[in-house]
Each structure stands twice: as C-alpha cells, then as structure tokens.
Nanobody, 117 residues
Framework: QELLVESGGGLVQPGGSLRLSCAASRSIFSFLTLGWYCQAPGKQRELVASITIDGRTNYADSVKGRFTISRDNAKNTVYLQMNSLKPEDTGVYYC???????????WGQGTRVTVSS
C-alpha cells in the first residue's frame, strides 16, 4: 500500500527550477503536518519545508526565498516549488505526513533531485 507517492524530480542545471508533487491518501492528508525532507549523499535526512493543516509554513534557512511549499486540499496533494536551484540542493526528497496523537509518521518512496552542470 502506497499512502504517499512523490514525483517531479530529475536532473536540472544550477539556477533552474523543479516542482515536486506528493499525492497522499485521503486518510492521512488531514494529519497535522506535511513536510518535505532531503537526504543528500552521505548525509542525514533533513527537513526542507513543512506546512500545517491550517496553512502555516516553515522552511530551512538554506532554502528560504527559493522554495515554496503548498497544498491542494481538493487533490490531496502537497507541492514543493524549487527555484534558483544550487548543487547543494542535490539529494533524494521525501514527502512526510505526521501527527502527535498518537505519534505517527508516514514516508513516501522519495524522488531524486540532481542539480549539476
């Protein structure tokens, strides 16, 4: 059973743009927080951006002003618009939904983003 399915990754040159999509099951899309995480080669998975059920957003300092997270409730989908991409943005991007009561977290399979000349 795939509750989260990411798409939109690929190879892009520095300065380019990508839009990642995460289609979620209706049963978990209403969880408190949806987020995008990146796992760069040889590094730990890190939070890139998150959005709460009421639309409050949070971004890692490294992507502020370049990335935008949004959600479409009608389509049960969360997006990550990535602009002005840098080589250090390279990694596998994972969609996550989480709640605290009870503590529960779901992960997608990941979509690979490579920023290179």
């Amino acid at each position: 059973q795939e509750l989260l399915v990411e798409s939109g990754g690929g190879l892009v040159q520095p300065g380019g743009s990508l839009r990642l999509s995460c289609a979620a099951s209706r049963s978990i899309f209403s969880f408190l927080t949806l987020g995008w995480y990146c796992q760069a080669p040889g590094k730990q998975r890190e939070l890139v951006a998150s959005i709460t059920i009421d639309g409050r957003t949070n971004y890692a300092d490294s992507v502020k002003g370049r990335f935008t997270i949004s959600r479409d409730n009608a389509k049960n989908t969360v997006y990550l618009q990535m602009n002005s991409l840098k080589p250090e943005d390279t990694g596998v991007y994972y969609c996550n939904v989480a709640r605290s009561q009870p503590p529960t977290s779901y992960w997608g399979q990941g979509t690979r983003v490579t920023v290179s000349s």
